[in-house]
Each structure stands twice: as C-alpha cells, then as structure tokens.
T-cell receptor, first 113, second 115 residues
Framework: AQSVTQPDIHITVSEGASLELRCNYS??????LFWYVQSPGQGLQLLLK??????LVQGIKGFEAEFKRSQSSFNLRKPSVHWSDAAEYFC???????????FGQGTRLTINP | DAGVIQSPRHEVTEMGQEVTLRCKPI?????LFWYRQTMMRGLELLIY????????DSGMPEDRFSAKMPNASFSTLKIQPSEPRDSAVYFC?????????????FGAGTRLSVL
C-alpha cells in the first residue's frame, strides 16, 4: 500500500536560516507528489507538485522540492525562512487512477526570531 | 472563484445530537473529498465522490457517519448521533477529477466540538 513518511514531527529554525523538510514515500509506480502548507486555523494550500520531467520543482513562497527516485524522497527546501513560514507542512502522494491523496503525518515548523 | 466553501466554520453540539456539515466545491470540479483532522490521527480521508457518485467510503468511521452529494455544487457530511470522539476539524476538498495529476483545493474547514 502507498504510504508517506515525514520523519520530523516538529522543526525549529531561526528566521533567515535555510530549511529542509523530509518526505519519503512508498509507491510501486511513478508517483505524483505534492507539498501542502496549513497555517493555523486554515485549510491546506498547495505549495508545489511533481508530476514528471525536471526533478527540481519550484513552488510558491520561494519553496522548492527535489524528487529523488533512488531514495524515494521528495524533500522540501527554502534558502531563507521568514516568520510567516511558521505552519504545518504535509507531503502527499496521489494514488494513480484513484484520484485520492495519501498524506504524511505533517511537520510543524516553528520560526525563532 | 471563491474556492471551496464550507459551513459552518465552527460547530458546538452535545453528545447524541445530529450534526450536518456542508460543502460547496469549486465550480467545474468533478471530484469532492471529505477529510477529518485530529492531533492523534492526522489527516484522514473519509470519503470521496467523482461526478456525484461515492467512489471510496472506506475511511468512514462507522454507520453514524454518512455523506451525500445530491448535485455537483453541494455535499453534506452528517453525523448521527454525534459523540465526543468525533470532535475534530473536518475539511472538504475538490479537484478537477482528471485521470491523473489532480490538485486538491481545500476549504477552510469546520471545527466540530461534541460535548
């Protein structure tokens, strides 16, 4: 069965520091991968997606993610975080042909001033 | 477009009462999803519809939960009778419903508290 693992439940970084959030997936075929962000009291918003092609994808708010098939990973990065990036981040894989997403447990990001 | 609209935003009810959550998907989207989010279990898919037809309801916790989509612009999730363990944030999402690469767009959620 498809699964998504986000090893870090909570990460704290200083404002201006770089960020990497990890995501590993288990899926037999070529995955469609997503990162969503959830601000407090809000729904999930798409940050970026990978369907095919260039394995480094750019998203909104200065985020990028790299698909590494050999490592079954899709890590999210940002060179310099801002206090407004404090939120919960979810990695997800689409089950092909089923249109539904399997989400990881999420990583909560705290930003120190 | 106004996005996915959920109502109410907050619901407080007493155990045993019926609760109905509502969702209006984005116009033109063919798929609709209901999720539940709790601290303990994270984000769980309850049920999803394609072209108003329930496709997968394996995530529905038990018979107390039911969902309907009478037309392309409206869906309900009903809990009857409600229990304290149903307290959670319930999200509705919609997507274009293409065979692959669907982006799901989420509503702001309904925070349900069952006392």
């Amino acid at each position: 069965a498809q699964s998504v693992t986000q090893p870090d439940i909570h990460i704290t970084v200083s404002e201006g520091a770089s960020l990497e959030l990890r995501c590993n997936y288990s899926y037999g075929a070529t995955p469609y991968l997503f990162w969503y962000v959830q601000s407090p009291g809000q729904g999930l918003q798409l940050l970026l997606k990978y369907f095919s092609g260039d394995t480094l994808v750019q998203g909104i708010k200065g985020f990028e993610a790299e698909f590494k098939r050999s490592q079954s990973s899709f890590n999210l990065r940002k060179p310099s975080v801002h206090w407004s990036d404090a939120a919960e981040y979810f990695c997800a894989v689409e089950v092909q042909g089923a249109q539904k997403l399997v989400f990881g447990q999420g990583t909560r990001l705290t930003i120190n001033p | 477009d106004a996005g996915v609209i959920q109502s109410p935003r907050h619901e407080v009810t007493e155990m045993g009462q019926e609760v109905t959550l509502r969702c209006k998907p984005i116009s033109g989207h063919n798929s609709l999803f209901w999720y539940r989010q709790t601290m303990m279990r994270g984000l769980e898919l309850l049920i999803y519809f394609n072209n108003n037809v329930p496709i997968d309801d394996s995530g529905m916790p038990e018979d107390r939960f039911s969902a309907k989509m009478p037309n392309a612009s409206f869906s309900t999730l009903k809990i009857q009778p409600s229990e304290p363990r149903d307290s959670a944030v319930y999200f509705c999402a919609s997507s274009p419903g293409t065979p692959w690469g669907n982006i799901q767009y989420f509503g702001a959620g309904t925070r349900l508290s069952v006392l």
